[in-house]
C-alpha cells in the first residue's frame, strides 16, 4: 500500500512540474496588414495578366479577414466566396483544392465552407499557418489557386527569412 501512495505522489509531482513548465500564453504569428495588402494585391495582378477580374480575400489565422480587394468588373457574388475559401484553407491549414472530394461530405456541407479549388494557406517557413488567401472569379479555381499562389509569392521570400 505504501509503495502505491509513494508511486501516485511521485506521479503527481512529476505531472504537476511538467505542467508548470508549459507556457500560459502562446505567441502567435500573424501577417502584417501591409503583407496582406501585397498578397491581395499580386493576387489581384496575376488574374489581370491572364485577363482575369477576381476577388481576392486575406484572413488570419483565425479565419478573420485583414484584407479583401474586389477588381473592377469581378461579379460581387466573388467576394463572399473568396472570403470562404479563405477561411477553409485556414481551417484545415490546406489548400482547397485538396479537399474537393468531401465537398459532398457532411464537413463539406458545413456553412461558410468552400471546398473547391482557389483557397490556400500561408505558412511561415513552410509549416507555421499565419494566414489564408482565398480567389475567385477565375474560369476555374485551378487558375483562383495559381492567382493566390502568385499573391503569396510576392512575400514567401520574406516570410521564409522571418522564421
Known amino acids: 500500500m505504501k509503495r502505491t501512495i509513494s508511486t501516485l505522489v511521485g506521479a503527481l509531482l512529476i505531472s504537476g512540474t511538467a505542467l508548470a513548465e508549459d507556457p ?4 502567435l504569428q500573424r501577417l502584417s496588414m501591409e503583407a496582406a495588402v501585397q498578397v491581395a494585391q499580386g493576387a489581384i495582378e496575376a488574374c489581370r495578366e491572364k485577363g482575369i477580374q477576381i476577388a481576392v480575400t486575406v ?4 479565419g478573420t479577414i485583414q484584407v479583401t480587394l474586389r477588381d473592377t468588373i469581378a ?17 484545415f491549414n490546406a489548400a482547397t483544392s485538396a479537399m474537393t472530394d468531401r465537398a459532398g461530405t457532411p464537413i463539406g456541407r458545413v456553412e461558410g465552407l468552400v471546398m473547391s479549388a482557389g483557397g490556400v494557406p500561408v505558412q511561415l517557413g513552410g509549416s507555421s499557418l499565419v494566414a489564408g488567401v482565398g480567389v475567385s472569379g477565375a474560369p476555374s479555381g485551378e487558375t483562383d489557386e495559381e492567382c493566390a499562389l502568385a499573391g503569396i509569392a510576392k512575400i514567401q521570400d520574406d516570410l521564409d527569412m522571418a522564421m
Open 59 to 62: 484572413v488570419d489565422r483565425e
Open 24 to 27: 500560459l500564453v502562446v505567441p
Open 75 to 91: 461579379a460581387p457574388i466573388t467576394v463572399p466566396i473568396s472570403r470562404m475559401k479563405a477561411f477553409t484553407a485556414v481551417n
